[in-house]
């Protein structure tokens, strides 16, 4: 049995956060175009594929919900009445999560974990790099 690795890129994902516990710029309300990498381990399936990339249009839809054009505020944020209010106004698409890459890596991991073992069994999900521009990324590996 011969083990292969694939690779998927998926983005760009313009959208906005802030790092309100920072003591930098980084605090204000800023943006970035976010890319998502994924990589798979396994054999082979019948039709000669790890994982068949025209299969993760439901993945990439799911990540357009929760990055494209929107806003991602962490739960403890201090200001999160006047984003709530934002959002319900129509000003933003806020989504409620750790805004940090690191937490964006966990995030897809727990998408694409379950969603890999539900149509591949031939195949496992060993890492996850997601990035906010093309100098800073956070990687998830299983090994």
């Not at 983005?11 to 976010?34: E, I, M, V």
């Not at 381990?41 to 594929?49: H, I, P, S, V, Y």
């Amino acid at each position: 049995m011969t083990l292969l690795k694939v690779t998927k890129r998926l983005g760009g994902f313009p959208c906005c956060h802030r790092q309100w516990k920072a003591t930098s710029h980084c605090s204000f309300l800023h943006g970035y175009d976010r890319w998502v990498e994924l990589e798979w381990e396994g054999t082979r399936n019948e039709l000669g594929w790890v994982v068949d990339f025209g299969d993760l249009r439901e993945v990439k839809d799911l990540l357009e919900q929760q990055f494209d054009h929107t806003t991602l505020i962490d739960p403890s944020d201090p200001f999160m009445s006047s984003f709530e209010e934002l959002d319900k106004s129509g000003v933003i698409s806020m989504r409620v999560m750790d805004p940090t890459m690191e937490g964006m890596t966990l995030w897809v991991r727990d998408l694409v974990q379950p969603w890999t073992s539900e149509h591949y069994p031939n195949a496992q999900l060993i890492r996850v790099t997601c990035w906010e521009n093309e100098k800073n990324a956070a990687s998830w590996s299983s090994k």
